[in-house]
Nanobody, 128 residues
């Protein structure tokens, strides 16, 4: 069992930066691939970024590539999402998730069906 708690969301102007954190409970955090998803009002939840359990492989949605950076600290059971050059279209509730999938391929980790545990989400609002 893994429990996930996101933090770091907030309200800011376009062009600003935020760093989201996701703290995980449980001693097996380092064996899970981790992902960030987001859901904007009236839209379906979508993939943002993922990182494999080793931290070697990272994946991004095209809409955030070059602006967002995912990282993890297995010693602290925490995954981060550094978000720079934020745009109003980045406004959403951001969720972190843990995947016990044996696959580290992007085609797998972009799909929320492969994630076993989810946090409660943190709101990010970017004004123009």
């Amino acid at each position: 069992q893994v429990q996930l708690v996101e933090s770091g969301g907030g309200l800011l102007q376009a062009g600003g930066s935020l760093r989201l954190s996701c703290a995980a409970s449980g001693r097996t955090f380092s064996s899970y691939h981790m992902g960030w998803f987001r859901q904007a009002p009236g839209k379906e939840r979508e993939f943002v970024s993922a990182i494999t359990w080793t931290g070697v492989n990272t994946y991004y949605a095209d809409s955030v590539k070059g602006r967002f950076t995912i990282s993890r600290d297995n010693a602290k059971n925490t995954v981060f999402l550094q978000m720079n050059s934020l745009k109003p279209e980045d406004t959403a509730v951001y969720y972190c998730a843990a995947s016990g999938s044996g696959s580290y391929y992007r085609s797998v980790l972009i799909k929320e069906d492969y994630y076993d545990y989810w946090g409660q989400g943190t709101q990010v609002t970017v004004s123009s």
